[in-house]
């Protein structure tokens, strides 16, 4: 039986960036990472073997998803299909804030670039 409990997410790179992995959690079945790339930033182009979910917080961001371009601001959200790569650059002037849910406990990611970020 699974108890509600309150989790702190892990600062890993500086500010820029906090993840919680469900397989840490007694294998919740959802991984989420809070991007807060600075302008000119962001994740390389990757691929997962699910689809992944892009939710726009804050600031202003370029998702770049096959072979498809789409701009995202606060309130915009994002599915990316299994497989498929993608990535997203910071294209405004402040830190952008993304959360990005995997639907997975455990992420797997397929680089395809060298990385500019973990992500």
């Not at 990472?33 to 979910?53: K, Q, T």
């Not at 789409?70 to 993608?86: I, K, M, N, R, W």
């Not at 997975?104 to 680089?111: D, G």
């Amino acid at each position: 039986m699974t108890t509600t409990k309150v989790i702190d997410f892990t600062d890993e790179d500086g500010g820029r960036g906090y993840t919680f992995r469900g397989c840490e959690h007694g294998d919740v079945p959802v991984s989420v990472i809070v991007d807060r790339s600075r302008p000119g930033e962001g994740p390389a182009l990757h691929r997962h073997p699910y689809e992944e979910l892009w939710i726009v917080e804050g600031g202003e961001v370029t998702f770049t998803a096959g072979d498809k371009t789409l701009s995202g601001s606060p309130g915009t959200v994002d599915v990316v299909p299994a497989g498929e790569f993608h990535g997203f650059k910071n294209t405004g002037t402040v830190p952008l804030q993304v959360i990005c849910i995997h639907t997975r406990a455990r992420m797997e990611t397929e680089w395809l670039e060298p990385r500019d970020q973990a992500g």
